[in-house]
């Protein structure tokens, strides 16, 4: 598999922070307080979303702002609510099925990271915080928690209400996966759904369920390079990949 090397970016804003998203990658972002510092961070996150996917990058990237989004959400601590143009656009034949996989295989990712981690609860004192969606999780277990519980959110957004009887995080995302699938079997396309004043497609919550993972994901990682550096562990896993330089 090799990637574009024209890639159309998505950006939203509230004037405190910037965050983009790739378009041709569901899931890969940039996030920085300007769009020129977001800008610079394009090519490291091709980088590391192929080395994800064992993909071929383009030696030579070329980046494009096809859309922005002026944002009342706290888009410095990674709040959404951007529409991209893509997610409005029916499905091409065969983009379902792999946005899918993505969906499938980014949650694999973030549980296996979460599985290899040796310091499960270990404190992170310095992320403490307090965000739109309360205290920034502060522990690999609480990252993976806070993933986990919001797959339920992503689903309601599509009217679909998942049992609340299990913890098992891969249990939940097979359940995802199975719904996403039924309603698109139903014929459910582009339609947009209206939830808390923000718009929604099938292919917008199968992009977000990917971009949450990674960006937790990423929470994950940086907290493991703290433990190594602080020498409480040896080393570490990332299944994500993440280039070192984005920690």
Not at 17 to 40: D, H, K, M, N
Not at 44 to 62: I, T
Not at 167 to 186: K, M, Y
Request: hydrophobic share 40%; charged share 30%; proline share 3%.
């Amino acid at each position: 598999m090799a990637l574009a090397d024209r890639l159309s970016l998505a950006f939203e804003t509230n004037g405190r922070g910037c965050l983009g998203f790739i378009v041709q990658l569901p899931g890969a972002y940039v996030r920085a307080p300007t769009e020129r510092e977001a800008l610079t961070k394009v090519r490291s996150e091709m980088k590391s979303y192929s080395r994800w996917l064992e993909a071929k990058p383009s030696p030579s990237v070329r980046t494009m702002i096809v859309q922005w989004h002026r944002s009342q959400l706290q888009v410095e601590d990674a709040d959404s609510e951007i529409l991209l143009d893509a997610d409005r656009r029916p499905f091409l034949e065969g983009e379902f099925a792999t946005l899918l996989d993505f969906v499938r295989y980014s949650g694999e990712t973030i549980f296996k990271a979460y599985e290899e981690a040796e310091l499960k609860e270990w404190v992170d004192e310095s992320r403490r915080r307090s965000t739109f969606y309360g205290t920034v999780p502060s522990t690999i277990q609480e990252v993976l928690g806070h993933v986990s519980s919001s797959q339920h959110f992503y689903m309601a957004r599509l009217g679909v209400h998942l049992e609340n009887d299990t913890n098992d995080f891969l249990e939940i995302r097979r359940r995802c996966a199975d719904e996403l699938a039924r309603l698109h079997d139903r014929g459910i396309n582009s339609n947009l759904f209206s939830s808390e004043n923000e718009l929604w497609t099938l292919k917008k919550v199968l992009r977000r369920l990917v971009w949450h993972d990674r960006i937790h994901g990423k929470a994950m990682i940086r907290m493991l390079d703290k433990q190594k550096r602080m020498r409480l562990i040896d080393d570490y896993s990332d299944p994500f990949r993440f280039l070192k330089a984005s920690l």
